[in-house]
């Protein structure tokens, strides 16, 4: 076991979907966290694969550079590089798994290979002035535009998926209903922004029914195309009009929804410790509802910083860290995954 946490810096590389991250860790310590988004997908209304990695390796070079910088060390320093090898869209995965590769090997240094959601959890645990690390074992409601999971986290190594969607994920309902109500890609922002001018309980959306604790948000997404065709039939700029009211009301269906599985676990599992991660949990509709479902339940409630939020390095050296610490490493032969499930 490697204990000495201040000689130990990881450099983790996140190439997942549209940002390009890297940051440096020295132990759980972060020295530097470079995020590059790519806008041009705003164009489309949603990310194009091709284009995502095209950009990637255009970014990846100057972002590593960037944060080595930030970090005050050079790449001889470097204990270990860790990478996202999924899951992810495969061609902007490629790019960092590659590039992660050639840097260990240069450099004659481990390669760690890193569970793209698992990491998402993990950022918890990066150490940071004024700031609790989750006691294990706790419950996370990971919710981002690809994934919704609730996870029991028994360990930084150990994961059980207790609930998932079967279908579409939260962040895709918002990203989506969006669409269909003519805002901006990404869409989720925009809801939220708009929802906080409007009346939640002004239109009503049934929640989708699902047994046990799963979720299904396809459903939603349809009710709400019916609810605007509805609508427009008899008003022709009825969502121009209500747009605030509508953003409310279906962004409180999607939290709502999210935290009644959520609460059942807990109080099946006996854990009072609950976190959530993905870049949904930094919807300040989620935000504010755990914060009043943590007060009224006495409960120990972990919020990512908005920085940890979105894909970042930061989380991926996170992982890497706890890896490298029991020697789990990977070799050259290793290649991308676009489905990777959570180890147990």
């Known amino acids: 076991m490697i204990t000495n946490k201040d000689k130990v810096y990881i450099l983790g590389i996140e190439s997942s979907c549209d ?4 940051a440096v860790l020295r132990g759980n310590k972060m020295l530097s966290n470079v995020i590059c988004t790519q806008e041009v997908h705003a164009n489309y209304g949603g990310v194009v694969p091709e ?3 095209r950009a990637h390796m255009k970014n990846i070079v100057p972002v590593v550079d960037e944060a080595l910088k930030k970090a005050g060390i050079n790449k001889e320093e470097l204990s270990a590089i860790a990478f996202t090898r999924g899951p992810g869209l495969m061609g902007a995965l490629l790019v960092g798994v590659s590039f992660a590769k050639s840097l260990a090997l240069g450099l004659d240094i481990p390669l760690i290979e890193v569970n793209h959601m698992e990491a998402h959890i993990l950022a918890h645990f990066i150490e940071m002035e004024g700031r609790s690390i989750p006691e294990c074992p706790f419950i996370c409601l990971t919710v981002s535009g690809g994934h919704t999971q609730i996870v029991k986290v028994n360990s930084p190594l150990s994961f059980e998926i207790l609930g998932e969607t079967l279908d579409d994920a939260a962040g895709e309902a918002f990203d989506k209903g969006a669409k269909l109500m003519g805002l901006p890609y990404p869409g989720g922002p925009h809801i ?3 929802a906080r001018e409007g009346n939640p309980l002004k239109y009503e959306f049934t929640k989708p029914s699902v047994p046990g604790y799963n979720y299904s948000f396809s459903g939603l997404k349809t009710a709400l195309l019916y609810f605007l065709e509805d609508g427009m039939k008899q008003n ?5 009009e209500h747009i605030n009211d509508i953003c409310a009301s279906y962004q409180h269906v999607i939290v709502d929804y999210l935290l009644d599985k959520v609460k059942a676990v807990l109080k099946a599992e006996n854990i009072n410790r609950l976190a959530i991660a993905g870049g949904v949990s930094a919807n300040s509709y989620l935000r504010n509802a755990l914060k009043s479902l943590a007060e009224e339940n006495g409960m120990e409630l972990y919020i990512p910083e908005f920085q940890f939020c979105t894909d970042n390095g930061a989380m991926i050296a996170m ?3 706890f890896k490298y610490q029991n020697k ?3 070799n ?3 290649t991308p995954k676009n489905r990777m499930a959570l180890q147990k």
């Not at 940002?19 to 890297?22: F, K, Q, Y």
């Not at 022709?236 to 121009?240: D, E, H, L, S, Y």
């Open 51 to 53: 284009l995502a990695s």
């Open 328 to 330: 789990i490493f990977s």
């Open 19 to 22: 940002e390009t991250s890297v």
């Open 192 to 194: 939220d922004k708009q």
């Open 332 to 334: 050259q032969a290793v």
């Open 319 to 321: 992982a890497g860290y």
């Open 236 to 240: 022709p700029n009825f969502i121009q």
